[in-house]
């Protein structure tokens, strides 16, 4: 069955420290991969993707993610995080007809 | 990347009744998506809405309850049909081309239903 899974409900950090969102998905093929994110009230902005390649990909605000195809993962990074990263972050797996959404990470950012 | 809106931001409705949501996208795209969100939950989508198709719907999810409208390249309408309090959801629409496959979202109609 194609799941994705986010372990971490919920992760405090402190505004400056570094950031790590858990993802593992479970897919037939070759997947897709994104990370969104939602602040409260907004709709999802895409924040990084994955198709094929260099498994290590850039995104916006800051944020990377890494593929490991071995461990079935995505995790999401960030070297320092900003208040503003306070948020809902979904990772998601699909092809060009469906997403799966896992269950989303709130960041909480402490000054 | 795509720019949607969705009309309306947010409502709130009695039961049994019905609300139509209206998304537009300002470029021509070949697959748009409707999700629902629940309250604290994830995403699931509903159904898939191509240009000159019927709507695919996903498991638990029915055209009597859910109709969907793509009359055209840049538009869709969903409408939720018999409403009630369970229903209370953010409805969320999205849109992909046929040559990227990351999809990009409106900014959600959160509807309660009481």
């Known amino acids: 069955a194609q799941s994705v899974t986010q372990p971490d409900i919920h992760i405090t950090v402190s505004e400056g420290a570094s950031l790590e969102l858990r993802c593992n998905y479970s897919y037939g093929a070759t997947p897709y991969l994104f990370w969104y994110v939602q602040s409260p009230g907004q709709g999802l902005q895409l924040l990084l993707k994955y198709f094929s390649g260099d498994t290590l990909v850039q995104g916006i605000k800051g944020f990377e993610a890494e593929f490991k195809r071995s461990q079935s993962s995505f995790n999401l990074r960030k070297p320092s995080v900003h208040w503003s990263d306070a948020a809902e972050y979904f990772c998601?797996?699909?092809?060009?007809?469906?997403?799966?959404f896992g269950t989303g990470t709130r960041l909480q950012v402490f000054p | 990347s795509a720019v949607i809106s969705q009309k309306p931001s947010r409502d709130i409705c009695q039961r049994g009744t019905s609300l139509t949501i209206q998304c537009q996208v300002d470029?021509?795209?070949?697959?748009m998506f409707w999700y629902r969100q629940q309250p604290g939950q994830s995403l699931t989508l509903i159904a898939t809405?191509?240009?000159?198709?019927?709507?695919?719907?996903e498991s638990g999810f029915v055209i009597d309850k859910f109709p969907i409208s793509r009359p055209n390249l840049t538009f869709s309408t969903l409408t939720v049909s018999n409403m009630s309090p369970e229903d209370s959801s953010i409805y969320l629409c999205?849109?992909?081309?046929?040559?990227?496959?990351?999809?990009?979202f409106g900014p959600g109609t959160r509807l309660t239903v009481t």
């Open positions: 998601a797996v699909g092809n060009t007809d469906k997403l799966i």
């Open positions: 470029s021509q795209v070949t697959m």
């Open positions: 999205s849109a992909a081309g046929t040559e990227t496959y990351e999809q990009y």
């Open positions: 809405a191509n240009q000159g198709s019927e709507a695919t719907y």
